[in-house]
């Protein structure tokens, strides 16, 4: 016994309030560790391949990723805006829900990060594009007060057989409308591949698109496919989750990954649970 409910060995009694018990408080304190703060789980749920599906084929309903890039000054401030808004969802989920990034990793991501041009080493050259994430949350560990910065460098190649997760194709879509529509024939380095942008379609360069919107757009996206919201948490780690669980347990036979290449892929630190 401890605390203000405590035994009483003169009375032989149990004396004060039993719902300050030292058994009930640390029930408490352990429920709260695990649950949060506030007792409620706050683990984003994961974006499932049935949901990215669903919200593709709907979104092709309400404005096809084929309508066309004409030049900027032909489109109206709306069709700006439609175009902005898909092409950045199709694009942003896709990335995110093929290299498991967290949305505020996806929307850091800058020209500099992508390669064009690339071919396999081996006889069949294979075509694709790299992608280098080097600042990733759980690379960030200190080592002796330092930060490991190593990161890693990844393969894309096009997924024809899955349309709503297929990066290289929605990406390629993202980048020809950044040139066409945002940036210019040329972007630089330090360009944001998901730059900020006004509610009145002027772009802010210099800024990335914030959590909020990309917040906004899940519960938008989802709304409008008909998802309910409300029976699951869909957030930061969305797609990470979505993403890494196909990979190990939903994906056709043959096309599932070991444990170690789900933890290399997703930057898993060591000893962090892979939910």
């Given at each position: 016994y401890r605390g203000p409910w405590r035994?009483?060995?003169?009375?032989?009694?149990?004396?004060?309030?039993?719902?300050?018990?030292?058994?009930?408080?640390?029930?408490?304190?352990?429920?709260?560790?695990?649950?949060?703060?506030?007792?409620i789980r706050t683990h984003s749920g994961a974006m499932s391949l049935s949901y990215m599906e669903c919200i593709f084929e709907w979104s092709e309903r309400v404005f096809p990723v084929s309508f066309p890039l004409r030049h900027a000054t032909e489109l109206s401030l709306n069709e700006w805006q439609?175009?902005?808004k898909y092409l950045g969802w199709h694009a942003l989920s896709a990335t995110?829900?093929?290299?498991?990034?967290?949305?505020f990793e996806t929307v850091k991501l800058k020209w500099k990060h992508l390669t064009f041009g690339c071919v396999t080493e081996d006889e069949f050259r294979i075509p694709h594009w790299k992608l280098s994430?080097?600042?990733r949350k759980n690379w960030q560990s200190k080592l002796?007060?330092?930060?490991?910065?190593?990161?890693?460098?990844?393969e894309i190649y096009p997924q024809?057989?899955?349309?709503?997760?297929?990066?290289?194709?929605?990406?390629?879509?993202?980048?020809?409308?950044?040139?066409?529509?945002?940036?210019?024939?040329?972007?630089?380095?330090?360009?944001?591949?998901?730059?900020?942008?006004?509610?009145?379609g002027i772009v802010q360069p210099g800024s990335a698109m914030s959590h909020d919107v990309v917040q906004k757009w899940i519960k938008e996206f989802c709304t409008g496919?008909?998802?309910?919201?409300?029976?699951?948490?869909?957030?930061?780690?969305?797609?990470?989750?979505?993403?890494?669980?196909?990979?190990?347990?939903?994906?056709?036979?043959?096309?599932?990954?070991?444990l170690a290449t789900i933890r290399?892929?997703?930057?898993?630190?060591?000893?962090?649970?892979?939910?």
């Open positions: 035994w009483d060995e003169s009375s032989n009694t149990a004396v004060g309030n039993p719902a300050t018990a030292s058994d009930v408080m640390d029930t408490i304190h352990a429920a709260s560790k695990k649950h949060g703060k506030e007792g439609m175009l902005h995110a829900w093929t290299v498991w990034t967290r949305n994430l080097v600042e002796n007060n330092e930060v490991d910065l190593r990161g890693h460098i990844y024809p057989e899955l349309p709503s997760v297929d990066m290289d194709q929605h990406m390629c879509n993202w980048i020809s409308f950044l040139e066409s529509h945002v940036y210019g024939p040329i972007l630089q380095s330090e360009d944001f591949l998901f730059p900020s942008v006004g509610s009145n496919a008909g998802i309910d919201v409300t029976l699951t948490h869909l957030s930061t780690h969305c797609f990470r989750w979505g993403g890494s669980q196909y990979r190990f347990m939903l994906a056709p036979v043959g096309k599932r990954w070991t290399w892929w997703g930057g898993w630190a060591e000893g962090e649970h892979v939910s």
